[in-house]
Nanobody, 123 residues
Framework: QVQLVESGGGLVQAGGSLRLSCAAS????????RAWFRQAPGKEREFVAA????????TYADSVKGRFTISRDNAKNTVYLQMNNLKPGDTAVYYC????????????????WGQGTQVTISS
């Protein structure tokens, strides 16, 4: 089993920055593709960003492109999401995901999920 634990969420003002982390434990491998999704109250889970196992390829939702950066440290089995110029629309629970095979923007692709961390942006 693979466990994912997000951290770094909190309350920040619009225009501020926040850095999320997601540490993996259990029988995980550095070759897992990693991703971030988010879900606001009453809304469906939304893709945010994904990164390939090597870190050479990344993809972002249009809503966060240019503001968010996904990265990973395979030695630590950790993926990060640097969020800059945060907006009230970014308020959501952010979830970390991992898949042993492919990078994708589809939630159904990912086999493992964290419990989520709350990010709240005040205006």
């Amino acid at each position: 089993q693979v466990q994912l634990v997000e951290s770094g969420g909190g309350l920040v003002q619009a225009g501020g920055s926040l850095r999320l982390s997601c540490a993996a434990s259990g029988r995980t491998k550095s070759t897992y593709a990693r991703a971030w999704f988010r879900q606001a109250p009453g809304k469906e889970r939304e893709f945010v960003a994904a990164i390939s196992w090597s870190g050479s390829r990344t993809t972002y939702a249009d809503s966060v492109k240019g503001r968010f950066t996904i990265s990973r440290d395979n030695a630590k089995n950790t993926v990060y999401l640097q969020m800059n110029n945060l907006k009230p629309g970014d308020t959501a629970v952010y979830y970390c995901a991992a898949d042993p095979e492919y990078m994708s923007s589809r939630a159904a692709t990912y086999d493992y999920w964290g419990q989520g961390t709350q990010v709240t942006i005040s205006s």
